[in-house]
């Protein structure tokens, strides 16, 4: 059967989604009848408590009915762009309507971006650990990923030494995910001057701010990487997915953030990429212009619900013999370490003999970053209280038993 394959390219056989592809063993024990205790992927709509607003589903469900089902312009709908920007001008930076280009989800934005900027040798300068896209697309373009560490033991904080030490005239991107997926750690101010100041150093070096959990904020520390830019361009990348849970529409945007006026070659190449690919969803665009649109004091709420769910879970790890964590300032996610000795540099093995005895379905670290997530999982503090506690006791057990 091997035999007289057609060869698949190697960009496409090289390419691992550490969040899904754990998912490939779930689904078939689930197929045997197995329930599942899934503590593994970012999509708040897949627990209970965190539905879509309804405002933003009926403003998607009229769009449908009034027939807004066709093409939109490739940038975006005016209405929802100009949102945008005004939602971008309260954060501190004086966005445009022309400055906002709206995508399907950050995902796509950022390959927008790489196409855009990068070429054979180019670099992408990067968290580690990180969300997996920023590894698995710039080699599409030719270019590499280079990780920049985040400290495990100062709350996962920005090690600027160790960019200082990997910038060049070839990195091209330099990377802030904040609030940061998985480690759920937030750059304040000084943080980020310091990250524009390294940055500034290099003149053909620009900065990719995906702030997409920025809602979602929970020391009170995250400002626009934009805001604070007076020089270096900045590509700010948000969406509905995460703080207005709708993952499932797949819009994000990029706004470009040019106070030199230097990216008008790249601007131009980012809007040829985005006619060619025609356009977002229509009828998503208008679900979201409605939660833009509309009061958000319900945010309130989502998020308290989140913050009891993360201090359940700080409580229930640290009296777990075999675990240690670091509570998470944003986002919803905890990379939780492994300290028994049989697991600390085998955390994928870990993830996966926890699935088939305890059907508990978490994320190994080091599929977020092969060498500085190793010894690590990722959760989601997302489900219920009573199947969080169940996930732990389950975890509990599963260290215990192999620890003898």
């Not at 230097?262 to 208008?286: K, V």
């Amino acid at each position: 059967m091997e035999e007289n394959q057609i060869p698949v390219s190697v960009r496409a056989s090289s390419i691992e989604y550490a969040i899904r592809d754990v998912v490939v063993p779930a689904t078939k024990l689930e197929q045997e009848g197995h329930e599942i205790l899934k503590l593994n992927i970012g999509d708040p709509i897949a627990y209970p408590g965190l539905p879509t607003p309804k405002h933003m589903v009926e403003a998607y469900v009229e769009a449908l009915r009034n027939g807004n089902n066709g093409y939109s312009p490739s940038y975006g709908i005016p209405k929802l762009r100009s949102a945008i920007a005004h939602d971008e001008r309260r954060k501190g930076w004086n966005a445009s309507e022309n400055d906002i280009y709206v995508c399907h989800g950050v995902t796509e934005a950022l390959q927008i971006i790489f196409a855009a900027t990068l070429e054979e040798g180019s670099k992408v300068l990067a968290p580690g650990p990180h969300y997996p896209p920023y590894m698995a697309y710039p080699q599409m373009y030719g270019a590499e990923t280079i990780e920049y560490k985040l400290k495990p033991d100062a709350g996962w904080s920005v090690d600027f030494e160790d960019i200082e030490e990997k910038m060049d005239e070839n990195v091209r991107l330099l990377v802030l995910i904040n609030p940061n997926n998985p480690c759920g750690n937030v750059s304040g101010k000084d943080e980020i001057y310091r990250l524009l100041s390294i940055a500034k150093k290099w003149p053909n070096c620009m900065i990719i701010a995906d702030e997409i959990y920025d809602g979602l904020d929970f020391t009170g520390q995250h400002v626009s990487v934009a805001s604070l830019s007076k020089d270096v361009p900045v590509f700010v990348l948000n969406g509905v997915s995460k703080v207005y849970y709708a993952p499932g529409w797949r819009i994000g945007y990029l706004a470009i953030h040019d106070p030199k006026k230097r990216l008008l070659n790249i601007r131009d190449g980012i809007e040829r990429l985005l006619r060619s690919r025609l356009c977002a969803s229509t009828p998503a665009q208008i679900g979201y212009l409605a939660g833009l649109d509309s009061d958000r004091t319900w945010m309130r709420s989502y998020s308290e619900k989140v913050v009891r769910q993360r201090d359940l879970c700080v409580e229930r790890i640290s009296n777990i013999e075999g675990l240690e964590v670091q509570s998470s300032g944003g986002a919803f996610y905890m990379f939780v370490k492994l300290t028994d000795e049989k697991w600390s540099s085998n955390d994928k093995e870990f993830v996966l003999q926890l699935l088939h005895e305890e059907h508990v379905l978490v994320v190994h670290g080091s599929g977020f970053s092969p060498e500085l997530g190793i010894g690590h999982f990722r959760i989601v503090y997302l489900p219920e209280m009573d199947v969080l506690n169940e996930a732990f006791d389950r975890i509990d057990n599963f260290l215990k038993r192999h620890r003898k």
